[in-house]
């Protein structure tokens, strides 16, 4: 039989306590070290996060805010139909029986801008001047090309006054 000694028995046994201490040192160690590495980075991207979602609110709110402004300032300003109704009714009181002003459709183009498509209906040609000159009040005329009898008015409306 093979015979050890005490002696080399306590210093393996003390190498191989050692060993497991140095190891589960290093290993708490590690996973300390990893557990506050990934804490802190938590801590960043948490900061980072709320920096955005603080950025994103505020542009929001300009987003809100630019939107009431442009509300406003399309109530300030004409609507389609309003323009639609105020037209019909100069070309009603304006068309003779030298011309006829018959009003088609408008189109906008923005805030204060539409396109009022209109038909011009003629017997002689101090009509169409007359016809062109009402439409010129209006504002800037164009005639189609491809209709003689269309008219296209780039009317430019003036915001109403604020009660």
């Not at 139909?81 to 011309?99: G, Q």
Request: charged share 30%.
């Amino acid at each position: 039989m093979i015979s050890i000694s005490n002696k080399t028995i306590a210093n393996t046994s003390k190498l191989i306590i050692s060993i497991l201490v140095i190891y589960t040192l290093v290993y708490v160690g590690f996973k300390a070290m990893n557990y506050y590495k990934s804490y802190y980075e938590k801590e960043k991207l948490t900061n980072d996060l709320q920096l955005k979602r603080d950025e994103t609110n505020s542009l929001k709110t300009k987003a809100n805010e630019s939107k009431k402004r442009i509300e406003d300032l399309e109530k300030s300003y004409m609507t389609k139909e309003e323009i639609e109704t105020k037209v019909k009714d100069i070309f009603s009181r304006m068309s003779l029986l030298d011309y006829q002003l018959d009003f088609i459709d408008s189109k906008k183009m923005c805030i204060d801008r539409y396109i009022i498509i209109t038909r011009v209906n003629t017997q002689s040609e101090n009509g169409l001047k007359a016809a062109e000159g009402i439409l010129s009040y209006i504002g800037e005329i164009k005639k189609s090309d491809m209709d003689e009898t269309l008219y296209f008015v780039n009317y430019i409306s003036k915001p109403k006054e604020i009660k």
